[in-house]
């Protein structure tokens, strides 16, 4: 059995003891449901970066009345049948997301070069990630002139509604149907065919609808119908592009090292700044393949490689984790991660994108770092599983 079937069964037996523990007559009725709950969330919406699970529970007479919300519809399927356990005289307010108030429009792309997402509704709020010009993305609720959104690589969060073109099942399948292109250069500017007045930035990785191959370049159009020219050798054609042959070690180092000296940004995903993992998701994205969001998300995907063996038995391409180790019962976190680019570089953003080194015999040697090393992931060679998916597997492209 290989470790995620044994923490999945972990996880269920876990639920099951405490459901059964919130059962006992002694306990109050809502603690018990507030210990269902949290039991079911640990088992459907184990982080809330990339499912959510929100409940909150009330008690009239002999009512128990749920309210909250989730996207996972056999969650809620779970956390029903357990209440039911605990209360014949139980009223379901729970909302499956995407809410109801959208009506059919319950998909977006990205109508910006890069849209800021945020943990909160609201421009003051932390920025915990973004999206590139072309991303689709699932709109789940509205609050205001904020959307809560959920991006190809699951992650959750905030944005300004003005970022996103919003359209139905319909209008996704009429842009997958078209005929796009994907922006090669790092930056560049996208200028109205007529005027020559510049129209929106891009950045590499940008996703736009070709309307006409002209001598003066291509005709671009953007979600909301913008139109933009740009020059015809800034952009390939996105089936070519995504059925291209898988990447190797080389084509990443190449693409990792154009971003040298771009500036560190927290929450940054794209060439204009890029946090540790925002770089190497960028830089896989770039060649092809949705990595998750977050160091500590993507140190659970791909093929291990412990520590105690030593760098040497990392291969270019792999990424590689720093953080907290491991110390009794507390799992290792990683806090920190970079690309490994052989000969104990690697290359991460750190301040800026730059190289370090696990050799003390190099210059480049980071101490700091190589005390913190917990281990590194093979992505080459693993991808079809959450967490590392090819573009051209991925439905909503």
């Known amino acids: 059995m290989n470790s995620s079937k044994r923490n999945r069964l972990l996880i269920i037996c876990l639920a099951s003891v405490t459901i059964m523990a919130a059962c006992h007559s002694n306990v109050p009725v809502i603690k018990k449901a507030e210990l269902i709950s949290r039991s079911v969330a640990n088992q459907y919406a184990p982080d809330n970066r990339e499912d959510h699970f929100e409940m909150r529970f009330n008690q009239i007479g002999s009512k128990l009345i749920a309210k909250g919300e989730t996207t996972s519809p056999e969650g809620k399927k779970a956390l029903v049948a357990s209440l039911l356990s605990v209360s014949k005289d139980f009223v379901d307010s729970i909302a499956i997301l995407p809410d109801i108030s959208l009506g059919s429009k319950t998909w977006g792309l990205v109508n910006v070069s890069t849209c800021n997402i945020r943990t909160k509704p609201g ?58 292109v994907i922006y090669q250069p790092l930056n560049g500017t996208g ?128 990424l590689v984790f720093f953080g907290k180790k491991a110390e009794g019962d507390r799992p290792a976190k990683a806090t920190h991660v970079g690309l490994y680019l052989g000969d104990g570089a690697y290359i991460n953003s750190s301040g800026f994108v730059r190289i370090d080194s696990f050799d003390p015999a190099q210059k480049e040697y980071s101490k700091s770092r190589a005390d913190k090393w917990l281990g590194g992931r093979t992505i080459l060679g693993s991808e079809g599983v959450r967490g590392i998916v090819k573009v051209k597997d991925h439905p909503w492209y």
Not at 133 to 155: A, C
Not at 243 to 260: H, Q, R, V
């Open 123 to 180: 421009h003051n709020s932390e920025m915990s990630s973004q999206a590139i010009l072309g991303t689709p993305v699932r709109l789940l609720k509205k609050s205001s002139s904020w959307l809560f959104i959920q991006t190809p690589d699951h992650y959750l969060g905030w944005v300004d509604d003005d970022a996103i073109f919003q359209t139905d099942s319909l209008g996704m399948a009429s842009w997958r149907g078209s005929k796009r």
């Open 191 to 318: 200028f109205n065919p007529e005027t020559k007045i510049a129209v929106t930035d891009l950045v590499a990785g940008s996703i736009l609808k070709l309307n006409e191959i002209a001598e003066s370049g291509l005709n671009l159009e953007m979600p909301d119908g913008r139109k933009l020219t740009i020059p015809a050798n800034d952009a390939v054609d996105f089936e070519i592009w995504k059925n291209n042959p898988d990447p190797t070690a080389t084509t990443l180092s190449i693409c990792a090292k154009s971003l040298m000296g771009r500036p560190y940004l927290w929450g940054g995903t794209s060439s204009k700044g890029v946090d540790c993992s925002g770089f190497v998701k960028t830089v896989y994205f770039l060649n092809g393949i949705i990595l998750a969001r977050d160091a500590s998300l993507q140190f659970r995907h791909g093929v291990f490689t412990d520590p105690q063996k030593g760098y040497k038995q990392l291969k270019p391409g792999d």
